[in-house]
């Protein structure tokens, strides 16, 4: 097939996303696809930029805003590119912004294409945590406990309890988020999450174990475990640096843990209505409560991502995965799988 990977853009995940879509284009030209690599910001990527980008890795922090605001990128002109319209699948390893916020998908469902992750409905549900959780509690899903900062008022913490988690209410990657410890910490903590969106999140902190389950084709993956080495959480360093964290797939967890864990992840993915593949992230605390975080629609596809983990704990290499997820994209299923 011809397959058009999406990736790079201007989003604050960009570095993480031009990883992701490189190693992906490799793999499916493995498998046998003629790929051609599209940075939404700059253009179609040369064998040699390809090859150069491969060779690089993530950065230690995240771009900047100054720097992502040169990159604004032009939704209309992707459109019209050739490649683009003329590809059977476009595979979105965006992470993070308009590439997976729902933007980009909406753009390509009324260009009539097929592409990976979900739909642009569900992908802006999911992007907004604030919508996303009242969905989970809908569902049933345990959810800590939250409320939204007002835009320019300070916030009463009473009701969230600290140590508290702030944070964009539509950023990944753990970009912008800070564990505040003291309520003088909190406007400082607000103010950073406010670079990166204008509505902030103050989520009462779940002291555990992080635990994250992979959703392929409507089933759950391997539960896998992450002990981040430098910090309380699975932060931006540690998610993207070597020996920033030791992810362990499958997690060491009990067969009636493993069975909850993966119905509550399948629950959550079902709640947004995703599509053919996403990632649920966890808290497990000290009284053995799963406590779901957020689903992420487009999670990190580069061989050492959580997902791609997962699904080699489940017997499937990384090639085959990216196929599988290409080949479903062309040909969706229209009954959900039992």
């Not at 960009?14 to 879509?21: M, P, Q």
């Not at 499916?28 to 980008?53: C, K, M, N, P, Q």
Request: aromatic fraction near 4%.
């Amino acid at each position: 097939m011809k397959v058009v990977v999406l990736l790079g853009g201007n989003s604050a995940e960009r570095d993480v996303s031009i990883a992701s879509g490189v190693q992906v284009a490799k793999a499916l030209r493995t498998a046998g696809h003629e790929v051609v690599a599209i940075d939404t910001a700059r253009g179609a990527l040369s064998s040699a930029e390809e090859l150069r980008l491969l060779a690089g890795g993530v950065r230690k922090i995240p771009p900047g805003t100054e720097a992502l605001a040169i990159l604004k990128g032009d939704s209309s002109a992707l459109s019209k590119n050739g490649q683009l319209r003329n590809s059977d699948v476009v595979f979105l390893a965006l992470h993070g912004g308009t590439g997976e916020d729902g933007t980009i998908q909406a753009m390509l469902d009324l260009a009539g294409l097929s592409y990976t992750g979900s739909g642009h409905a569900p992908s802006a549900m999911a992007m907004d945590k604030d919508v996303s959780k009242q969905l989970f509690r809908a569902a049933g899903i345990p959810t800590p406990d939250w409320l939204m900062a007002p835009a320019n008022t300070e916030v009463n913490i009473d009701a969230i309890g600290l140590p508290a988690v702030v944070k964009p209410n539509t950023q990944g990657s753990t970009i912008g988020l800070t564990i505040v410890q003291e309520a003088t910490g909190l406007s400082s903590a607000i103010e950073e999450a406010k670079r990166y969106d204008e509505e902030v999140m103050i989520e009462r902190f779940v002291p555990g174990r992080e635990l994250t389950v992979g959703i392929l084709e409507d089933r759950a993956l391997p539960p896998g475990e992450i002990i981040p080495k430098r910090s309380d959480i699975f932060d931006y360093e540690s998610k993207y640096q070597p020996g920033g964290a030791e992810e362990i797939f499958p997690a060491t967890l009990s067969p009636d843990q493993v069975h909850e864990i993966q119905d509550l992840a399948l629950k959550a993915h079902r709640a947004l209505k995703l599509g053919a593949y996403s990632r649920v992230d966890f808290r497990l605390d000290e009284a053995g409560i799963f406590w779901c975080l957020e689903v992420n629609t487009l999670p990190g596809m580069t061989s050492a991502s959580l997902l791609p983990k997962a699904a080699k704990a489940a017997g499937i290499e990384f090639e085959e995965l990216c196929d599988r997820i290409v080949r479903i994209a062309a040909h969706p299923p229209q009954v959900r799988p039992d």
